[in-house]
């Protein structure tokens, strides 16, 4: 889950090389921190330290915040007022169709089972396949020309079954199905399983999941937050994962899907992932969402904000110090470091040249916390790289970081 930042101001960390060591200053203004003179580098074997806090893009709930709150007596009404403030309680259901990013083959292969069936999209013809062929160990769907789709089924060999114009889908009355994945994995999933076309009458398919939105956290609240953590914190995960769907449904412009089955989105692995105590929470917060101004919110969360959540660019994501997310909380995301050789700063920002200075714009109105963009000068040059480019490159949990 991703949002941009809109920064009012910015303040700087310099980190500039003196007499071999990293030597760190900091400063408020408009003007750039000016590098070390010509004569002072980094040397290439020098590791660089980058010390951080959080885990996630800090927006909105902090997870491990969640369950410091819910450790303190807070209730998960209480918990998603602080995260989600100016928002308020509402009601959403139905269903939700979720890709299934981890299946990228165009066939929907599955395991054969009592109640079983087919259907036909298009004209909405039901086939009972497993009353058909009992002996059939797997079934899959898969895509003919002309915008046309195929069942097959697997005794000894592959037999054709039906074929029919459309897409196809497989369902078992809410009994959950076994998918079968490339490279010999496979996972379970509960609702309707379809070969979706994402262009009418093309070869190309995708696998969705369609399922009620209940059904749908079932697998998200455990793959999202531990499931041995307090009640109201799992509750108001479940809350939160529920608002976050139902906006991005709302939001989505991708026609035949609603959400990723990935982060993109939230995670979402299928019925291996569910546990008693967060089916519990899911059932104990039933249908209801966080609203703003009458509509579902944009309720992003993350691992943890190290202490301080950041402006997500809503009325109700907004930045201030986070009381929860502290060592008491558990947070084993709370701090963390990364160590950096000069070489590969050098080999990846300043084109191999010498690093003289490194210096960090911060996020206006996190005091001084999260970085928006790490500049590196060398003689004669200069490249200002984005906080996210950076994390991502060096593989930090979080923005919320300075080097020195």
Do not use: C
Not at 47 to 70: E, N, Y
Not at 150 to 165: E, I, L
Not at 169 to 190: C, D, E, M, V, W
């Amino acid at each position: 889950m991703f949002s941009r930042n809109s920064p009012t101001s910015l303040s700087r960390l310099t980190v500039a090389v003196a007499a071999g060591a990293l030597v760190a200053t900091t400063g408020v203004g408009a003007a750039e921190a000016k590098s070390a003179g010509h004569a002072d580098r980094l040397s290439p074997s020098a590791k660089v330290t980058v010390a951080g806090r959080g885990w996630g893009h800090g927006h909105g709930m902090s997870q491990w915040g969640a369950q410091g709150a819910a450790k303190k007596g807070k209730s998960a009404n209480q918990i998603l007022s602080f995260y989600y403030p100016h928002t308020a309680g509402g009601k959403a259901g139905g269903r939700v169709r979720v890709l299934i990013t981890t299946d990228t083959t165009r066939d929907v292969l599955v395991k054969a089972r009592s109640g079983l069936t087919a259907k036909a999209v298009k004209s909405g013809k039901v086939f009972k396949i497993a009353e058909r062929k009992p002996k059939a160990t797997r079934w899959r769907i898969k895509p003919v020309s002309g915008g046309r789709s195929a069942v097959d089924f697997k005794t000894k060999g592959w037999h054709r079954f039906k074929t029919v114009k459309g897409d196809l889908q497989f369902n078992a009355g809410g009994k959950p199905i076994h998918l079968y994945l490339p490279h010999g994995r496979s996972a379970t999933y509960r609702g309707i399983l379809r070969s979706a076309s994402p262009k009418a009458g093309k070869m190309e398919r995708n696998t969705v999941n369609i399922l009620s939105l209940e059904t749908y956290l079932r697998s998200v609240v455990p793959a999202e937050a531990y499931s041995s953590w307090k009640q109201a914190a799992l509750q108001a995960q479940a809350v939160a994962a529920r608002t976050y769907a139902v906006y991005e449904r709302a939001h989505s412009s991708r026609g035949y899907f609603d959400l990723y089955s990935d982060t993109r989105s939230q995670a979402y692995p299928g019925v291996a992932t569910e546990t008693s105590a967060t089916t519990k929470a899911v059932k104990a917060t039933k249908g209801r969402i966080r609203t703003y101004a009458g509509k579902s919110a944009f309720t992003q969360f993350s691992a943890s904000n190290g202490g301080f959540a950041l402006d997500g660019g809503k009325a109700y994501l907004v930045s201030k110090k986070d009381p929860y997310d502290t060592k008491a909380s558990g947070d084993t995301n709370l701090s963390w470091t990364k160590k950096i050789t000069a070489r590969k700063l050098m080999d990846r920002f300043t084109h191999g040249h010498p690093i003289t200075a490194i210096t960090l714009a911060k996020v206006g109105g996190t005091g001084g916390r999260y970085v928006r963009t790490v500049t590196f000068e060398w003689d004669g040059g200069i490249n200002r790289v984005p906080a996210g480019t950076f994390k991502s490159w060096a593989g930090l949990k979080s923005t919320y970081f300075t080097i020195g």
